[in-house]
């Protein structure tokens, strides 16, 4: 993550996810906190990332999850130069 978003405002964003206990928080508290655009936009970068990874083409990313190519690009730069976030997520929730 960027050094400037490392206040403690945020500091308390992450100390409020990391407080959820389930699923169902989890809905409630993102529902409150974002829009359903955002949400969706979330989910689909996720979706995106792990369909690089298993070395998907950007056809068949964009056919299935609707993504712009600019929002792949966006996400395969993330996977490759990032703080390894998405990595680490997909490795918990797939198990790969």
């Keep these: 993550m960027s050094k400037?978003?490392?206040?403690?405002?945020?500091?308390?964003?992450?100390?409020?996810?990391?407080?959820?206990g389930n699923r169902d928080e989890a809905y409630s508290f993102m529902e409150d906190l974002c829009t359903v655009g955002e949400l969706e936009?979330?989910?689909q970068r996720l979706s995106v990332a792990s369909m690089l990874r298993?070395?998907?083409?950007?056809?068949?990313?964009?056919?299935?999850t609707g993504a712009s190519t600019a929002t792949i690009s966006r996400v395969k730069r993330a996977l490759?130069?990032?703080?390894?976030g998405y990595e680490l997520i997909l490795k918990r929730i797939e198990g790969v």
């Design 4 to 20: 400037n978003l490392h206040t403690p405002e945020m500091d308390r964003l992450m100390d409020a996810l990391l407080s959820l």
């Design 41 to 43: 936009a979330m989910q």
């Design 54 to 64: 298993t070395h998907e083409t950007y056809q068949k990313i964009a056919e299935d």
């Design 80 to 84: 490759e130069y990032g703080d390894d």
